[in-house]
């Protein structure tokens, strides 16, 4: 059954560490990872608090950051949008995720710990891929597990919005989740007539709401006594 798992990981073990330490006050938003190839890892992430040159000098002088690209200018918010390429220390993580048929829904960073919420179609993969991850040296601490369902779970759940729903089942059957990704964002959201930002947005409103609803339930049969 499909497993969504959120994991807890350093920055010190795994990318953007000395970013981080260079600009604390930075924050950052992973939107997604493509996978280019068995070792191009591609993160697009939204950079907030920081000037476009501070973020520029410290990604250049990461050892975790291979390649930068800006994608968007600023937004009014003041958020900053840029297509990074891992260095090989970085890029092992996901990779271990991906050959293990994994899915990155996004990730975040805050107190120097890296939070990933990731997607896998049987518990057993998400077991194997933090065991691979561990086995190269990074400690992972598993914070939450739940069973998000079948196909038709995606389709019919009432707590998303009909635009969520479209969305995340026209994804779903498209293979959006699929490793390697059958049809890309871009391509997805030109066949549903919207954005590229406003079906990503879609997205990961739909995924927390799926996993949220399956963390609750499964909090409360934990809390129900026998």
Known sequence: MTTIAELSLSTAEFALAQTIEQRP????RVESVVAEGPTRTAPLAWFS????????S???SDPTVAEYRQLLERTADGDLFYRLEYA????SVCR???SHDGTVLDAHVRDEQWTLRLLFPHREELAAA???IEDNGVS?????????GQEEQFETTAALTEPQQEAIAEAYRQGYYDVPREISLEELANELG??????SERLRRANRVLAGEQIDESASEMATPD
């Open 25 to 28: 006050a930075l924050e950052l």
């Open 49 to 56: 608090n920081v000037d476009p040159g501070e973020l520029e």
């Open 58 to 60: 410290a990604l250049e």
């Open 88 to 91: 090989e220390t970085a890029a």
């Open 96 to 98: 271990r995720v991906y």
């Open 130 to 132: 933090v065991s691979a």
């Open 140 to 148: 992972i601490d598993v914070r939450r597990m739940v069973e998000a």
């Open 194 to 199: 919207i954005s590229h930002q406003a079906l």
